[in-house]
């Protein structure tokens, strides 16, 4: 059963950072596309951030120079390093693993900025 696990959220002042986990399991392969997305209320959930196994990132504009994804050294893990953070931010986060066929989403976590 595959499954994905975040961590990191919370409450922080605006310019404050958080860093954001996710670590997938029941996937016995390297998956090479990974990401974060954001919901915030009565919005659609949108794109934060992807990397691929080899390195290649994609950011949304509005964070830019702000947040860094990495994966890390253990198989299926990423993480999003958010600093400079605004009350725009605020929203759940949700890690996605993405294969060929299907995308599989963690349960999210909620990042809430304080102005």
């Known amino acids: 059963q595959v499954q994905l696990v975040e961590s990191g959220g919370g409450l922080v002042q605006a310019g404050g950072s958080l860093r954001l986990s996710c670590a997938a399991s029941g996937i016995r392969f390297n998956i090479d596309l990974m990401g974060w997305y954001r919901q915030a209320p009565g919005k659609q959930r949108e794109l934060v951030a992807t990397q691929t196994v080899g390195g290649s990132t994609n950011y949304t504009d509005s964070v830019k120079g702000r947040f860094t994804i990495s994966r890390g050294s253990a198989r299926n893990t990423v993480y999003l390093q958010m600093n400079s953070l605004k009350p725009e931010d605020t929203a759940v986060y949700y890690c996605?693993?993405?294969?060929?066929?299907?995308?599989?989403w963690g349960q999210g976590t909620q990042v809430t900025v304080s102005s």
């Open positions: 996605a693993a993405h294969l060929r066929v299907t995308t599989f």
